[in-house]
């Protein structure tokens, strides 16, 4: 073969070899290519940059910290030696801030950047591709290109440190961990009801009172009884300014800006603790041990402007300690009843034109605001600061659904994106059968992934004033650093990537395959996190008028092996290949099966009905409230019952009765009507009293057959599924009503005498 040949052949086959070589980095980069070799990184490795620039020497300060970490290795500065690694700033516009070029041949390694941001992020995807601890293996790192930035700039995760004190040893590895993913903003929430966590000098009993209360961390959040006068406050700590400025620093080192959060006017019962003239009563009392409420004042006062001095003198020390931009306020879930009945409440709604208390909230805010400003910061709050009027230059932070976040996009103001479901890193990741305790939901890896910081409601300049998006890890339910770890890995690596990589370079397989790299590390290194959702995903598809199944795992090269014949499903049940169509009552269940193991403590369950009704029109005489839709108008007779899970299969109706309406198209002999309902206590869905069944044959005049009384106690707090059954003798109907009489939550309940929820699933019609 001539040299000609040759060179043409290899051509050929080295991209074939090349392209079997995968990146494991998460996030995706922008672009990776992968070219022939390794770079061994040894004691023969020398660091090369200009060091007369200390924005490089810190960079290389800190490369030199985390490699002397994982390989004892101490690499030299500016020596000649035989391989290299360069640190240098460029001028290139495409990459931003934040951005990078990475270059690594078998002698050299050169990390270019902008900024000192860019050349971290670049030594962030470097290390992904190292061993994670001290170890005698080599330093290899495959020869590869890479340029890199961000999707987003605001790439953030939040942590509650008041309801469970995180020491800062702890805060530290946990914003060590946001950078390892190139997450950029920590929000460090740290006051609420529970504790106040940060030292104000010039208000000292905010930590000696505010951040000490009684300890009921073994029981679980809404079971802790108050704090009784001559207990000890032995539970707590808060943090000291110099503690602060130490964390601050660490972060600045890798990028990572600190969003202090100090919540007003509301969920402040601990600074009310320590200076109880803050509140609208004035009434002493203790901080606050978990989510029992009962006579406590968690609000400041807003008509009293003593609060207001106090506030900006908290403020004034916050901002002297915090270089960040914004100054996170709160903001979130005011109980204004105290508002409502205060004399210096109501004279500042006068005084100021005000119309409610909504308008003293947003007058409360605006106030706050516009010493921030002055003071050259910006404030962020949670959407409820929209309520009332949103301060002029607010940036909002959207949880409770998107909705307030393209509210505020609208009107051009800048948002963050944290909706509840999946944001909310508190809420299940798997199971929930064999999870530890969450506070409820269901936010799994795959729902993280598959999450997109732009709501299709908001146009292309709209979308601009999304900044980017946040998970939010609050700790009612969290009571130690494992369990936090456990909550956050690997959801966030998913929220990584929704928030850096580009959006067209997003794919589900590929993820799972570079987490497998990362899952390696984290068993390394020790931390405690969750392995994935091993139960599998049973989507009902109805299509021209046919139903059938879909199922799912999330887990990488899991296999699903299921029953229609109510047995345990094992690896000698049926696989799963396609789609099941289901044409009789059947119930499904369903396991996710890998490397020829049955995965999970407990099969997925689908049931499904056929009746007399299915697929028929249901007219409402109340709406069904827009939040729990289930599958749709006709979920009533769709043939799917609803399971233990609120936000599925069930329709919700709140306040009013569910009055439904079936037209059966034509009269059909019926010799039975059965409703669906769903009771769950802590969500205030609860039975109707009575269900009525009346049949027409004009669909004018009905007829009464029967009406069904409630058996099932509302002091159940267990979730209960019933059916509403009527049995008679054989009648001809053409539309069938059902009326399901809604309550109020009972007595002892949190919302005692407050309208509660029909959670109804299927009207099944024999
Ligand atoms: C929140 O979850 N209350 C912001
Ligand atoms: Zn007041």
């Known amino acids: 073969m001539n040299s000609k040949k040759m060179a043409l052949l290899l051509l050929l086959i080295i991209p074939t070899i090349l392209s079997a070589q995968k990146s494991v980095i998460i996030p995706q980069p922008v672009s990776v290519q992968f070219t022939t070799g390794n770079c061994v990184i040894d004691k023969n490795t020398a660091l090369k940059f200009n060091k007369t620039d200390i924005a490089l020497q810190e960079a290389a300060v800190f490369f030199k910290s985390v490699i002397n970490t994982i ?384 709501p299709k409601e908001l146009n292309e300049t709209e979308a601009k004033y999304v900044l980017g998006a946040q998970a939010n890890l609050w700790a009612e339910y969290i009571t130690t650093p494992q369990h936090a770890t456990y909550m956050v890995l690997p959801r966030m690596l998913a929220l990584a990537e929704d928030v850096w990589s580009p959006k067209q370079s997003k794919n589900w397989q590929s993820f799972n395959e570079r987490l497998q790299h990362q899952f390696k590390g984290f068993e390394q290194r020790g931390l405690n996190f969750c392995y994935g959702n091993f139960t599998v995903d049973i989507k009902p598809v109805s299509e021209n008028g046919k139903l059938s199944v879909t199922l799912f795992t999330e887990i990488l090269n899991g296999k699903i092996y299921y029953t229609t014949d109510g047995s345990l499903p094992t690896t000698e049940s049926l696989k799963y290949a396609a789609s099941i169509p289901v044409s009789a009552s059947t119930v499904i269940k369903a396991v996710t099966v890998l490397n020829g193991k049955v995965m999970g403590l407990k099969p997925a369950e689908q049931s499904f009905v056929m009746h007399k009704a299915i697929g028929k029109n249901v007219i409402y005489t109340n709406p069904v409230s827009k939040y729990y839709m289930a599958d749709g108008p006709n979920s009533l007779t769709d043939g799917v019952r609803g399971t233990y899970a609120v936000g599925k299969f069930w329709h919700g109706f709140s306040e009013e009765d569910m009055i439904a309406t079936i037209d059966l198209g034509e009269e059909k002999n019926v010799t039975s009507i059965s409703l669906g309902c769903l009771q769950h206590y802590k969500d205030w869905i609860f039975m109707p009293s009575a269900v009525k069944y009346e049949i027409s044959l004009d669909g004018k005049t009905f007829t009464i057959l029967q009406t069904i009384n409630n058996t099932v106690s509302v002091e159940d707090r267990n979730s209960v599924i019933k059916d509403f059954t009527a049995t008679f003798a054989g009648q001809n109907a053409k539309f069938i009503r059902v009326t399901a009489t809604n309550t109020v939550c009972p007595k002892g309940h949190p919302g005692e005498g407050k309208p509660s929820w029909i959670f109804a699933d299927e009207i099944i019609v024999n």
């Open 71 to 454: 390989s004892g290795i101490e690499l030299p500065n500016n020596v000649v030696k035989n391989k290299s690694i360069e640190f240098k700033f460029i001028n290139n516009a495409e990459l931003g801030d934040e951005g990078y070029l990475l270059h690594i041949t078998p002698t050299s390694i050169q990390i270019a950047a902008n900024k000192k941001a860019g050349l971290i992020y670049g030594m962030q995807s470097l290390f992904q591709t190292l061993p994670v601890i001290q170890t005698n293996a080599a330093l290899i790192i495959p020869c590869m290109e890479i340029k890199d930035y961000p999707r987003f700039k605001w790439r953030g995760m939040h942590l509650d440190v008041s309801r469970h004190f995180f020491g800062p040893q702890f805060v530290k590895e946990y914003i060590n961990l946001l950078a390892s993913y190139k997450m950029n903003i920590f929000h460090w929430h740290l006051v609420d009801d529970t504790g106040w966590r940060i030292e104000i000098k010039k208000y000292p009993l905010l930590a000696q009172v505010g951040a000490w209360r009684v300890d009921e961390t073994d029981k679980v959040w809404g079971d802790r009884p108050q704090a009784k006068q001559g207990e000890a406050p032995t539970y707590g700590g808060y943090y000291t300014q110099e503690q602060i400025k130490d964390i601050i620093k660490y972060a600045a080192e890798r990028n990572v800006t600190i969003v202090p959060e100090i919540e007003m006017p509301g969920h402040v019962a601990s600074a009310i603790a320590a200076y109880p003239a803050l509140s609208c009563t004035q009434v002493p009392q203790l901080p606050l041990t978990g989510g029992d409420y009962t006579g406590m004042s968690s609000n400041y006062c807003a008509g009293n402007d003593s609060v207001f001095l106090f506030l900006q003198n908290v403020l004034t020390e916050v901002i002297n300690l915090f270089p960040s931009k914004y100054i996170h306020i709160g903001g979130d879930e005011v109980d204004k009843a105290p508002w409502h009945k205060c004399a210096k409440c109501q004279a500042r709604i006068k005084r100021e034109g005000l119309k409610n208390e909504d308008e003293l909230q947003s007058y409360f805010i605006r106030r706050i605001e516009k010493f921030i400003v002055n003071k050259h910061r910006q404030t962020i709050g949670w959407d409820e600061i929209l309520e009332g009027g949103l301060a002029p230059e607010a940036t909002v932070m959207s949880w409770r659904g998107e909705a307030g976040g393209i509210q505020a996009a609208k009107m051009n103001h800048n948002v963050v994106m944290t909706p509840g479901n999946p944001l909310y890193f508190d809420q299940y990741q798997a199971g929930p059968e064999g999870e530890p305790t969450a506070i409820g939901g269901m936010s799994t890896l795959k729902k993280v992934y598959d999450y997109d910081p732009i």
